[in-house]
């Protein structure tokens, strides 16, 4: 069975950091695309930023120079760091990945459950 799984949310004070992470795991043939994406009490899904099995990467413009995202493809994790926090960036934050179960395969998008993060003095 394939799994997101995300961990390291929580409660920050504004002007604080956090550093989130996003494990895939299962059958995996390999993973293309990783993102974070987050949803705010009351409003859409929004993208964050995302990141090619190469490196590149791309971010929302209320967010670049602030986050950072990363990933270890040995370890099939993404990383998303937070500096510089916000009251506005209090939000869910949901992981996803487009991931291949075969060399052939199609490409299939898995998302994390998502994990909280609250900034708030």
């Known amino acids: 069975q394939v799994q997101l799984v995300e961990s390291g949310g929580g409660l920050v004070q504004p002007g604080g950091s956090l550093r989130l992470s996003c494990a895939a795991s299962?059958?995996?043939?390999?993973?293309?695309?990783m993102g974070w994406y987050r949803q705010a009490p009351g409003k859409q899904r929004g993208l964050v930023g995302t990141?090619?099995?190469?490196?590149?990467?791309n971010y929302a413009d209320s967010v670049k120079g602030r986050f950072t995202i990363s990933r270890d493809n040995a370890k099939n994790t993404v990383y998303l760091q937070m500096n510089s926090l916000k009251p506005e960036d209090t939000a869910v934050y949901y992981c996803?990945?487009?991931?291949?179960?075969?060399?052939?395969?199609?490409?299939?998008?898995?998302w994390g459950q998502g994990t909280q993060v609250t900034v708030s003095s």
């Open positions: 990141i090619t099995s190469g490196g590149s990467t």
């Open positions: 299962g059958s995996i043939f390999s993973i293309n695309a």
């Open positions: 996803n990945a487009d991931m291949k179960f075969r060399y052939d395969g199609p490409l299939y998008r898995y």
